[in-house]
């Protein structure tokens, strides 16, 4: 069975199953880029999208960042084998190290840890926003030749109090989404 769009994102708390018409499935991953990998994998072989849509919450990195986002570009930020390859880069790998989205125009940097201090390296490479999910998501449509979009939701301000912030706002972006969902279909 092959369908035009399916949902992809994290948790349940950021965007409820409920809230989103049957036709488009959405698959929750878990949080991280492993959990994020297997899931979009899994869901990719069931319902053969022609396109996978990532909703989620980000961290600022970018000050001038609120609401809603579409990310253009994501890159991981937690690849750190130098001397080996440089930060972001897997070695000896021939796969892409960026993954481009058709439509948008913010770069992601996943990563698996939540940000909760500033980091020179963000903000030297042009991270607007941070994440635990994207990159692992577009990797996996990258290999199955599917194009990916990706709205994130501002949640936090990626510092010390992101965590507080994070936990009172991660269903603040559902409404906002839902709309830009309308104009996928």
Known sequence: MAI??????????ELKAAVVSAHAPIVYTGVG?????????????LYRPK????????????????????IKKVIQ??????????????PFSE?????HSPE?????????????QSDPW???????????ELFAIASVAHRHGIDWLAYKYISDDANHESGSEWE????????????KLKELR
Do not use: W
């Open 77 to 90: 930020r937690d690849m750190m084998t130098e001397p080996l390859a440089p930060r972001g880069t897997v």
């Open 95 to 99: 796969g892409p190290h960026v993954f």
């Open 168 to 179: 009172s706002r991660v269903n603040h972006g559902e409404g906002l989404f839902l709309e």
């Open 122 to 132: 963000l903000t030297g490479n042009r991270i607007d926003v941070v994440d635990m």
């Open 4 to 13: 035009p769009l399916l949902i992809i994102t994290a948790l349940q708390s």
């Open 104 to 116: 948008g125009d913010y770069v992601c940097g996943s990563g698996d840890s939540f940000v909760t």
């Open 51 to 70: 396109r996978v849509v990532n909703f989620g919450t980000a961290g600022k990195i970018n000050p001038a960042l609120s609401g809603l986002v579409q």
């Open 33 to 45: 880029k492993i959990n994020a990998a297997l899931a979009t994998y899994a869901a990719i072989q």
